[in-house]
């Protein structure tokens, strides 16, 4: 179906390829996940399908790429349309038309179809993906998981063989998520598509995988088994991690598959009793660093919180969770200043944050937004340290968050990682009593997830308030010692973390789903208890 | 009924009243005009938000003409309202002057002109929110389809840049710099600018790849002649309009030529629609209502230009003195056959029951 003979490539400004003598065919039929660190070359791999590179990107082209025959050297990605479909990374800013039926038929106008092939097309790819109540919608009012299925609805109509999506959940709650993976396995099971995605979720997506190609930072790309792939990777989803620690074979990938090889582990850890807490500062706060008392935020008419009671003391991490449009993003808002209560009480330390000048406002809170590159401003990693006077603090945080950061690059050209370490350097040189973090997680993959909790976890012992807002169930469960869950603007659940995401099964971690109704949550501490139990 | 109206049909009844409002300062028909495409606007209830910016808009040139009237222009003669401290100019500048006497007049001479733009701006606005520019471009015969897209593009890009200015005002307050002054201006417009050049790519590269801009096969001589025929039409209709609103040009240059460049242009245009590959979805059909539309707004610039001839005079109120507009009959007939589109179109299709279903079944995954 898709064949790649001895590809290499290499973008026009770099020293270096990104793809190396890739060699390898897949078949008919398969669902294909793509994994590997952050900028290791996942998205040129798969524009490389559908002839984005080289025909739009640039740069240099060897070997040969064909999909159903067809090579993109002599195919540009609109001779393709038809053979393949590709959604890219963030689905709103690819959308050409208005509504969702209009922006459905968009490719097949583009490719001519006759006027009731297309109306036919439009209503059977409305009830395969859900979305036929949707059909007048403006797209921009949809919710992410609905416009990431829109995304894939509108290179569906064309009828292509094969479907290619990059990072197609990593910006969703868990359940518009599931929502996505369930309209994909559906293609995959009921049409026999290929399907293949980059992912960096791969808690989500390993266990509907068949087989997964590993891309390396040398450009290489190495293609196996599911089971295979995860056996040799260093950094694995906690299902994984569990199975290697307690030595299942096979390696379960899914939850349900490590549940049914869990009942020895489950008795050993019941006599065990309370889990241990390893790194996790439960307990030990001090003063209250930020409150709310029936806080009321609103944009125009939307009431987006309403009432929310909210106190954060110093060394607590509280994990913000909830639907998107919960009100996650405005608490944070709130709290950094800018926006105003409509009504009821917020302090920060004291103070009223809307009222503060910004150059007191840093001092208080910290903020590294949702896209860490808005908070950038310089032409190179040095300046933008150096921009707020206190840049030899930031470059020494910097030294120890991102080691190997060439500190005269550009900040837009750095990977997902590096720039949210960069952003953390920023924001943390101010020493901040309140630092916030909204969906850090987002575009990471696992060593630098694990490096974020590291630094997270020291902050918070030093005494640090830190409130973040996530979708990611394990990430909360690493390091949050309490978790709210806000739904329509208002709290929903407010307790220590093991209470409030075992209560409820969209917020559980995996460890907790396998060992339910145990209350143990990572595998950090099932392998401190199981230490301390065998000694 | 589920369909609705032609956009075309829309923008062609927006912009006779506009045109309407071109022949008149007279407040009253102004007021009228204004009034009616209001009413259409708010008994769609299509998009409101895009007629609420337009009328903002007009209120502020209102506002813009009166201040700029009262601080820089030599008054009319009349009622003194109020003296501002003057500036003294030198005399190479006489004509100008900064301040002094403001004159009831020359004030409400300038209302009727500043009333007059802002009728025409707002009108403007009642296009863009009963028909949406985008859904316009749809209609585009095809080969003029690229044009069309490109058009498409510029415009999402300002929203983006508005959207991408204001995460960047943001992010300047987290890092504790000021967000105002000409520094912060200048230094947040370069991140935004990148913004939206990078998500005009994303856009260009997911359009790409869904087929945009595939072509049947074309020799190239035959191209290369249609875009001559079309740029040689499109200067004849410019030099004919010329020819038809400069007085004292030959009239030769008049009618025949306007008639032979679009006659060229058209055959241009659909020359090159047989190289298009594109189809349309759902296109909208034109039909008796359509006319309809436009025939009532044609009856509001045809009812203004009667009033010229019928009373010469009424169209446009004296301000030096100071009298009553008057109300001529035929304008204020025709401007009020312009609201039969409020009556007779279609209202579009309940939206809110759909919409609370939909999200109803989301929640109960």
């Known amino acids: 179906m898709i064949r790649f003979e001895h590809v290499c490539f290499r973008y026009a400004e770099a020293e270096t390829a990104t793809l190396r003598d890739v060699d390898l065919d897949i078949p008919d039929g398969e669902l294909v996940l793509v994994i590997g660190r952050t900028g290791a070359g996942k998205s040129t791999f798969l524009r490389a399908i559908n002839g984005l590179v080289p025909h739009f990107t640039g740069g240099t082209l060897t070997g040969r790429v064909s999909v159903e025959g067809r090579d993109t050297r002599h195919n540009p990605p609109r001779e393709l349309a038809d053979v393949v479909g590709y959604v890219g990374q963030d689905p709103l800013s690819g959308f050409v038309t208005d509504t969702v039926e209009e922006e459905l038929a968009y490719a097949m106008e583009s490719l001519g179809f006759e006027a009731a092939v297309m109306r036919r097309r439009v209503e059977e790819t409305l009830d395969l993906l859900g979305l036929s109540l949707l059909r007048d919608r403006p797209l921009v009012e949809l919710s992410s998981g609905q416009q990431q299925r829109v995304a894939i609805g509108s290179v569906l109509t064309a009828g292509p063989r094969v479907l290619v999506l990059d990072e197609p959940t990593s910006a969703l709650d868990p359940p518009a998520a599931e929502e996505v993976l369930a309209a994909l396995t559906r293609l995959v099971h009921d049409l026999g598509m290929t399907v293949v995605m980059a992912e960096h979720r791969l808690e989500r997506v390993v266990q509907y995988a068949d087989r997964v190609l590993q891309v390396s930072t040398e450009g290489a790309v190495v293609d196996g088994s599911p089971v295979a792939a995860m056996t040799r990777a260093q950094v694995a989803p906690p299902v994984v991690e569990l199975g290697r620690l307690a030595g299942w074979q096979p390696l379960p990938l899914s939850v349900r598959d490590a549940r049914r090889a869990a009942a020895p582990l489950k008795e050993r850890l019941a006599r065990l009793g309370k889990p241990p807490q390893p790194g996790r500062n439960v307990g030990n706060v001090g003063n209250v660093v930020a409150r709310a008392r029936d806080l009321v935020v609103r944009y125009d008419d939307v009431v987006a919180l309403a009432g929310v009671d909210l106190d954060v003391a110093a060394g607590e991490v509280v994990a913000l969770m909830g639907r998107n449009g919960a009100g996650k993003s405005t608490l944070l808002a709130s709290l950094v200043g800018l926006l105003s209560p409509a009504r009821g009480e917020l302090a920060v330390d004291g103070k009223q944050p809307h009222r503060l000048a910004s150059s007191e406002i840093v001092r208080l809170v910290g903020l590294v937004p949702q896209e860490p590159a808005d908070l950038f401003c310089a032409e190179s990693v040095l300046d933008e340290l150096n921009a707020d006077g206190h840049g030899a603090r930031a470059q020494r945080l910097l030294a120890r968050l991102s080691p190997d950061l060439d500190l005269a690059s550009h900040p837009r050209d750095l990977s997902e990682g590096q720039r949210l370490a960069v952003a953390l350097a920023l924001v943390l040189a101010a020493a901040p009593p309140l630092l916030l973090l909204d969906e850090p997680t987002r575009g990471l993959d696992y060593p630098a997830k694990a490096l974020l909790v590291n630094v997270l976890r020291e902050y918070a012992d030093g005494g640090t308030a830190i409130v973040i807002a996530t979708h990611d169930v394990e990430l909360a469960a690493d390091v949050a010692t309490r978790t709210v869950v806000l739904a329509d603007g208002e709290i929903v659940a407010d307790g220590p973390t093991d209470e409030v995401v075992t209560a409820s099964p969209a917020f559980a971690p995996q460890v907790a789903k396998i060992l339910h109704p145990l209350p143990w949550l990572t595998v950090a501490q099932v392998r401190a208890g199981l230490e301390t139990g065998a000694l | ?365």
């Not at chain 2, 109120?317 to 109300?327: E, F, G, N, R």
């Open chain 2, 1 to 365: 009924m589920t369909k609705s109206l032609h956009p075309g049909a829309w923008w062609a009844w927006a912009l006779l009243l506009a045109t309407a409002a071109t022949r008149t300062t007279n407040p009253l028909l102004l007021g009228l005009l204004l009034g009616v495409a209001a009413f259409v606007v708010a008994g769609r209830r299509t998009q409101g938000r895009a007629f609420g910016f337009f009328l903002r808009l007009g209120l502020l040139v209102l506002a813009m003409r009166l201040l700029f009237e009262a601080l820089f222009s030599s008054p009319l003669p009349g009622h003194v309202l109020v003296r501002l401290p003057s500036v003294p100019l030198p005399s190479a500048l006489a004509g100008l002057r900064i301040g002094g006497a403001v004159t009831a007049e020359s004030l409400v001479s300038a209302s009727y002109g500043g009333l007059q733009l802002a009728t025409l701006l707002i009108c403007l606005g009642a296009a863009n929110s009963l028909a949406s520019p985008r859904r316009l471009l749809r209609s585009l015969p095809g080969a003029l389809y690229e044009l069309g897209v490109a058009v498409t593009v510029a415009m999402s890009f300002a929203p983006q840049l508005v959207l991408a200015g204001s995460r960047v005002r943001r992010a300047r307050r987290l890092r504790g710099k000021s967000t105002s002054g000409l520094r912060g201006w200048v230094a947040s417009a370069l991140p935004v600018l990148q913004d939206g050049l990078e998500s005009s790519i994303e856009l260009a590269a997911a359009m790409d790849s869904r087929g945009f801009g595939r072509r049947g096969v074309v020799s190239a001589a035959r191209r290369r002649a249609t875009s001559s025929a079309l740029l040689i039409g499109l200067l004849a209709v410019a030099a004919a309009m010329y020819g038809l609103l400069a007085t004292g040009s030959p009239a030769v240059i008049g009618l025949p030529l306007l008639l032979g460049g679009s006659g060229i242009a058209v055959a241009a245009v659909l020359l090159g629609g047989h190289g298009v590959v594109r189809t349309k979805y759902r296109p909208d059909s034109w039909g008796a209502a359509e006319w309809l539309v436009i025939a009532s707004g044609l009856a509001a610039t045809l009812g203004v230009v009667g009033a010229g001839r019928v009373a010469p005079g009424s169209l446009h109120t004296s301000a030096y003195p100071i009298v009553a507009p008057a109300l001529p009959w035929p304008a204020v007939a025709g401007i009020a056959l312009a609201l039969v589109p409020a009556l007779l179109s279609t209202k579009p299709r309940p939206q809110a029951r759909q919409v609370e279903t939909g999200e109803l079944i989301g929640a109960a995954r």
